[in-house]
């Protein structure tokens, strides 16, 4: 069944400027693009955080007919170590507030924004998450 996350895709009428706008927020270039060859980008990737996880981002006019204008559907939440901290740098980068930051449980805060091409992002503080970590890190008995 789900073995882990793969890929994650994001709509942008502008790759290009969703490039730049994510390469700011990620601290990272992508690492893969298409067309490229001088050829405005289509499709382009990048690599993050713990797991290599990999964030593509695709020209909108190769959306899924039943595709929706404006944010909505799943909200991938990525764990940051600060949510409050991350989520202001995210609005000084010209995102908007989906849904305010809100403490879930013990270890647990969720915040969500729009960023500038109309896809939600999410940030989370999961104790669970750095758990799995630091138990990858442990060797066994």
Same mark, same amino acid.
Do not use: C, K
């Given at each position: 069944?789900?073995?882990?996350? @793969?890929?994650? @895709?994001?709509?942008?009428?502008?790759?290009?400027?969703?490039?730049?706008? #994510?390469?700011? %927020?990620?601290?990272? +270039?992508? #690492?893969? =693009?298409? /067309? !490229?060859?001088?050829?405005?980008?289509? #499709? %382009?990737?990048?690599?993050?955080?713990? *797991?290599?996880? +990999?964030? !593509?981002?695709?020209?909108?006019?190769?959306?899924?007919?039943?595709?929706? $204008?404006? /944010? !909505?559907?799943?909200?991938?939440?990525? *764990?940051?170590?600060?949510?409050?901290?991350?989520?202001?740098?995210?609005?000084?980068?010209?995102?908007? +507030? #989906? +849904? /305010?930051?809100?403490?879930?449980?013990?270890?647990?805060?969720?915040?969500?924004?729009?960023? /500038?091409?109309?896809?939600?992002? !999410?940030?989370?503080?999961? @104790? *669970?998450?750095? =758990?799995?970590?630091?138990?990858?890190?442990? $060797?066994?008995?």
């Amino acid at each position: 069944m789900l073995r882990g996350m @793969s890929t994650i @895709s994001l709509w942008a009428d502008d790759v290009a400027e969703a490039v730049d706008w #994510y390469t700011e %927020v990620l601290g990272v +270039e992508p #690492y893969f =693009e298409r /067309p !490229g060859q001088g050829l405005p980008p289509a #499709y %382009v990737e990048f690599r993050i955080g713990d *797991h290599q996880h +990999e964030l !593509g981002i695709i020209d909108r006019r190769y959306a899924p007919a039943p595709a929706r $204008p404006g /944010p !909505g559907g799943a909200v991938v939440f990525w *764990h940051v170590d600060d949510v409050e901290g991350a989520v202001g740098r995210l609005l000084g980068l010209g995102a908007t +507030e #989906y +849904e /305010p930051i809100t403490e879930r449980g013990p270890g647990f805060v969720t915040a969500s924004v729009v960023d /500038p091409f109309g896809n939600v992002l !999410g940030v989370m503080y999961n @104790s *669970h998450y750095l =758990e799995m970590l630091d138990a990858r890190r442990t $060797p066994g008995p």
